[in-house]
């Protein structure tokens, strides 16, 4: 049953309260903004299982052991790690002024800065054996100013401005909304008022149980309601910024009003109805580039469990799910990784559409492509996974390319080329100037491919030149959303009238500034299976296992971490 909406009386009296905090914020000291994050935490953990039980019982799939492990990894691991690492800086720069990062992690190629952010520790390099994660400065950062331009928001002549910042939660992954307010309030030192949405709002109470450090202090508060709600709030004199993740529908339809004429004359002259700073993630139609090389049936096998898991989780309701699979046409393989990616959704269990539209999206794909494969049975709430095969690269107003699908379908294309460097180069310029969004792209490459020098060259280009900010070697970009070290965002670029995935960076508990994109690199053949993995038949007992190494890290945790995820 969905939350009562909250009053205009009721929202009124919040932002008094969290006006009157502000000040208080903003002179509240590092031992007590540590304090309160590390309560945040053990709170967390505490409420992790009634948390969980919360998510799966309103997703329509209570008694999914896969399913637990989903929503535990996607909820309260990630939030237990990313406070214990934030935690991990305030300290660092209570103690020296600035946050600490690994050592030698800053190195410059080929004329551009990298900050390496994974492994951030000891307990890292155990639980991510093969994974490396950097942040890629834009053109302008020096390579001898990247730690004197950490952790700005901290620096002792910065004085913030008092004020209130809106956040307007996602309905669909369980730590996007707790992750941004701590952004707004420890990062911003805004308070801060939560407007639930609707899909998920039953999560707005435990949210409260967790962040009570928070509230009980005012500077939180949480609030829900439908899109009447959060147009109150988005033009309200109080707030003073406003963060979104959602749809560029919702984003425009509050900067720039309805749609119509009015509208687009807005638009083309400059002039938002609301002036109000705001910053966004908006979803992305995700490729996922696949060079060819000389793959074994098993990578075959391999890399369609990690494709699959790209869309699969969470049902495909994740602004970051695969949606466009780019081979190469004429690859020997294409049509067994195609039939292996299928043979694999076979054996992955439909899900419950929870979130609203799915099924007029999922039609209206199916009605543009009727040649699309469908997996499994559309029965009782729940929808096939689908496949579109063979897109034409060409096609005009193609949906696939244009349009978020945000359900349990994706496509694939084919480019022509005369070789793989010639491939990847034409794949690039393919997902920059054909498909909608800037959030996160990603590359399968063999080892045995990537290790010419002249592809390695082309692949550190390739990076370079995708327009996305999370790029995923051989793994799903979505890590560079889980990890916390790594800054999480749309390329940088984007106006209020062409939005496209949003503009600014969340997480980066390291603080950094100048940031263009994260990387993440993994193992083509990762042994053992990551835990995220749909097929991973221990996902809950190595989920539970991740949370109590996130919570509070001890190598005597090791062991049991290990045997769960040692036997996928």
């Known amino acids: 049953m969905a939350h009562p909406p909250t009053t205009h009386q009721e929202i009124d009296q919040y932002l008094l309260e969290l006006g009157e905090a502000s000040d208080e914020l903003i002179g509240l000291g590092l031992d007590e903004r540590i304090a309160m994050v590390g309560e945040m935490r053990d ?16 997703k329509g799939m209570p008694n999914s052991s896969w399913v637990y492990g989903e929503e535990l990894l996607g909820g309260p691991v990630i939030l237990c790690r990313c406070l214990r690492l934030f935690e991990n800086s305030l300290r660092d720069i209570r103690d020296t002024g600035k946050p600490r990062l690994p050592k030698n992690a800053i190195e410059e190629r080929d004329g551009r800065v990298y900050v390496r952010v994974l492994p951030a520790d000891r307990y890292d390099r155990l639980m991510f054996q093969g994974f490396r994660a950097e942040a890629l400065l834009n053109s302008s950062a020096d390579k001898d100013s990247v730690e004197e331009n950490m952790g700005l928001a901290y620096a002792p002549e910065n004085r913030p401005t008092p004020g209130i910042s809106l956040v307007l939660g996602a309905g669909n992954v369980a730590s996007i909304a707790p992750l941004d307010v701590v952004d707004k309030i420890f990062l911003e030192h805004q308070t801060c008022i939560l407007k639930m949405n609707p899909v998920n709002d039953y999560l707005g109470p435990l949210i409260e149980e967790a962040f009570d450090p928070l509230v009980r202090r005012n500077f939180l508060r949480v609030v829900y309601g439908a899109g009447d709600v959060g147009a109150y709030l988005c033009n309200h004199a109080s707030i003073s910024s406003i963060h979104i993740t959602g749809s560029h529908h919702t984003h425009d339809a509050i900067v720039w009003g309805p749609p119509g004429p009015e509208r687009e004359e807005r638009k083309a002259s400059g002039n938002p109805i609301n002036t109000k700073p705001i910053t966004s993630e908006l979803g992305n139609v995700s490729p996922v580039i696949v060079v060819p090389g000389p793959w074994t049936a098993k990578d075959l096998s391999t890399q369609a469990v990690n494709v699959v898991t790209m869309l699969g989780n969470n049902g495909g309701f994740n602004c970051n799910a695969a949606r466009v699979l780019i081979q190469h046409k004429s690859w020997s393989l294409r049509s067994s990784f195609r039939d292996e990616i299928i043979r694999t959704f076979q054996s992955v269990p439909n899900r419950v559409a929870y979130y609203p539209g ?32 063979d897109v034409d690269p060409d096609g005009e107003d193609e949906i696939c390319f244009q349009t978020e699908a945000f359900c349990s379908i994706f496509a694939e294309t084919g480019l022509e080329a005369d070789d793989p460097i010639a491939f990847l180069k034409n794949a690039v310029s393919f997902c920059n100037n054909r498909l909608w969004g800037t959030l996160n792209a990603c590359i399968l490459i063999h080892p045995e491919t990537a290790a010419s020098p002249a592809m390695a060259e082309a692949l550190e280009q390739a990076i370079r030149d995708l327009r996305y900010g999370a790029v ?8 560079c959303f889980a990890l916390g070290t790594t800054p999480w965002g749309a390329y940088p670029g ?64 090791v062991p049991k971490l290990a045997w769960h995820a040692l036997h996928p």
């Not at 990762?526 to 007992?541: E, I, S």
Request: net charge neutral; hydrophobic share 40%; glycine share 6%.
């Open 43 to 58: 709170r967390i953990y505490t409420i992790a299982d009634k948390w969980v039980r919360a998510a799966t019982e309103h």
């Open 358 to 389: 799915a099924e007029e999206r999922f039609d209206a794909f199916i009605a543009d492509h009727p040649n699309a494969q469908q997996i499994g049975e559309r029965s009782n709430g729940t929808l096939p996974w689908g496949i579109i095969p």
């Open 472 to 479: 995923g070697i051989n793994h799903w970009p979505a890590m």
């Open 494 to 557: 984007s106006t209020l009238e062409d939005i496209q995935s949003g503009l600014g960076f969340v997480h980066n508990t390291f603080m950094l500034e100048n940031v263009e994109k994260a990387v993440i690199r993994g193992p083509f053949r990762p042994a053992p299976f990551p835990p995220w993995f749909v097929t991973h038949r221990r996902m809950k007992q190595v989920a539970k296992s991740m949370l109590e190494m996130e919570y509070c890290p001890s190598f005597t945790k």
